[in-house]
Nanobody, 121 residues
Framework: QVQLVESGGGLVQPGGSLRLSCAVS????????MGWYRQAPGKERELVAD???????KYADSVKGRFAISRDNAKRIVYLQMNSLKPEDTAVYYC???????????????WGQGTQVTVSS
């Protein structure tokens, strides 16, 4: 079965950095767009960044210049490097992948379990 496993969250001071990782496990036929979303208490889940298989990226205006998304297609891992973190970045971060498993030949969205990022002094 296909799963997305996230790691790298934690507590960091304002101005600090964190790197999130999301690894795809299980047998996949192909992986299209991968991305990161976040949800803060009382707010809607929002797109932070995504990246296509060829490396084209998209960022929310609030994180442009501070965050960088990348992927390793061979390892099936997507990363989110977060620099100059602000308290308003505090949220649960989720990764998402549009992929096709070998057991079910349709394209579906898969979600990670979420990892907490807290920016506080």
């Amino acid at each position: 079965q296909v799963q997305l496993v996230e790691s790298g969250g934690g507590l960091v001071q304002p101005g600090g950095s964190l790197r999130l990782s999301c690894a795809v496990s299980g047998s996949t036929f192909g992986i299209n767009v991968m991305g990161w979303y976040r949800q803060a208490p009382g707010k809607e889940r929002e797109l932070v960044a995504d990246i296509t298989g060829s490396g084209d990226t998209k960022y929310a205006d609030s994180v442009k210049g501070r965050f960088a998304i990348s992927r390793d297609n061979a390892k099936r891992i997507v990363y989110l490097q977060m620099n100059s973190l602000k308290p308003e970045d505090t949220a649960v971060y989720y990764c998402k992948a549009d992929l096709q498993s070998t057991s079910w030949p349709v394209w579906l969205d898969y979600w990670g379990q979420g990892t907490q990022v807290t920016v506080s002094s």
